[in-house]
């Protein structure tokens, strides 16, 4: 197996042969011969060992075996220990996904200490296979049929081409010693009775079976690299970026494509998207309409999805800015209030002219509340803000990308929009201020 790995990291992880690696050993069979291999290899190791306390001497008796075999070979050992089931319990999740956020957390740290470029872990094809039939029974999209990625951001799993037969045979011809985890006999966890009782019956039905696997994956990972292509061209024929960064889907050109429904999942999975059926719907559905993930959210917003993160949306209504006179700000937008010391008033949606006799300074810049009401410029009634958006028709988004412009409680300009009627310069003005802003 030695001769197989060396070609095998040789031919695809060449990165491994010149960058310190930091390793994760458990001191089950499968961490401990990677340890092996890869010193035998002379690569430059250290090996990152939890002690998670779950199984109360044992726990500690791989800690100590783990620290045992680094001295042995002579590689350094960084070891950490963890209250799992209080860190559990704070944070509402199971034991082992609390387990596995402690670990790789601990991990990332400690590869940023170390100066360590790549984290190893020892998943190999059995794992890959596992993880494979779990996807399978819970349902999942092709890319959940890869199995186990060999490349995972700093993350290398040099052993995935080797079964768990080949590790223990190497094992036991270099009479390494390990410590097993007697709860991976334990069938109470899915893994463990795909381990037990499943992958063992399929691998008599087949012999062949770990081949077959390797070479469904690769043409999996083939259509993959197909669809990612097509996603792609697509992508840039029908979705744009504004100038704030908010991505606008054009609906009529995505409608004309042969699967709507999976090109708008290929996009939006990665920024939290679940409720597919409601986003289908509002393809066709009513202007104004919304659906959220955890981090952004999308608007219909006539023949366009507009997507754009929560957090700024939030941050953005609860903020507010002051505005002093004769000041310019560049936050949240660049805005400039100078004397008026033109000939002529050059009046567009981007520029007012006001009595400054009837300004309180600061000016504050702030984002619509509910209640908040002005005159129109032109107008003699006071109108709802609410009321001015929906007849100037105003889509959710613009309503919540439009600042106020307000002199104490008073609002002085819908900026971009409308001033308020009480603001507006007479014949009799003597103080007149230019308000503009930089579209």
């Known amino acids: 197996m030695f001769n197989q790995f060396k070609e095998h990291v040789e031919n695809n992880f060449t990165e491994l042969l010149d960058q310190p690696l930091l390793l994760a050993v458990s001191g089950g069979i499968d961490s401990i011969v990677l340890v092996h291999l890869c010193h035998r290899l002379e690569l430059d190791i250290a090996i990152a060992h ?9 726990s500690n008796g791989d800690q100590a075996f783990v620290e045992e075999f680094g001295d042995k070979l002579g590689v350094p050992v960084f070891v950490a220990e963890f209250d799992t089931e209080q860190y559990a319990s704070e944070n509402k999740v199971s034991i082992q996904i609390a387990a596995r956020e402690l670990r790789y957390n601990w991990f990332r740290e400690l590869a940023a200490r170390e100066n360590k470029t790549y ?20 349902g999942t999209g092709i890319e959940g049929l890869l199995g186990i990625p060999a490349r995972n951001g700093y993350i290398r799993r040099p052993l995935l081409p080797f079964t768990r037969e080949d590790i223990a045979n190497y094992e036991a011809e270099n009479q390494i ?13 899915l893994r463990n009775k795909i381990r037990k009782n499943i992958l063992p019956l399929l691998k008599d039905t087949n012999t062949h079976f770990s081949q077959s696997f390797m070479q469904t994956v690769e043409y999996l990972q083939q259509t993959v690299d197909l669809s990612n292509d097509a996603s792609n061209y697509f992508y840039n024929q029908v979705v744009k970026e504004d100038e704030e960064g908010q991505l606008i889907i054009n609906l009529i050109a995505l409608k004309q494509l042969s699967n709507p429904k999976a090109y708008l999942y290929k996009w939006l999975s990665p920024l939290g998207f679940t409720a597919w059926d409601d986003i ?112 100037e028709k105003f889509s959710q988004f613009d309503k919540e990308n439009t600042w106020l412009l307000c002199s ?28 503009q802003i930089n579209l």
């Open 177 to 189: 010693g390990w410590r097993e985890d007697i709860t991976n006999s334990q069938t109470k966890y």
């Open 50 to 58: 939890c002690n998670f306390h779950l199984r109360g001497e044992d």
């Open 119 to 138: 984290l190893l872990t020892a998943h190999h094809l059995d794992d890959s296979m596992e993880t494979f039939l779990i996807n399978l029974s819970r």
């Open 408 to 435: 104490n409680e008073d609002i002085v300009w819908v900026i971009g929009s409308r001033m308020d009627e009480r603001f507006k310069i007479k014949d009799t003005t003597t103080n007149i201020i230019k308000i």
């Open 280 to 391: 289908v719907e509002l393809i066709d559905g009513m202007s104004g309409k919304t659906v959220y993930s955890s981090t952004h959210i999308l608007l219909k917003n006539r023949e366009e999805f507009i997507i754009k993160p929560v957090s700024k949306e939030k941050e953005n209504k609860e903020r507010i800015y002051y505005l002093e006179n004769k000041q310019t700000l560049t936050q949240p937008l660049k805005i400039s209030i100078t004397p008026y010391e033109e000939k002529e008033l050059k009046i567009d949606t981007s520029t007012i002219y006001v009595n400054g006799d009837l300004l309180t300074f600061p000016l504050t810049i702030r984002k619509y509340r509910s209640g908040d009401k002005f005159i129109p410029f032109g107008m003699k009634g006071t109108k709802k803000i609410s009321k001015f958006f929906k007849d």
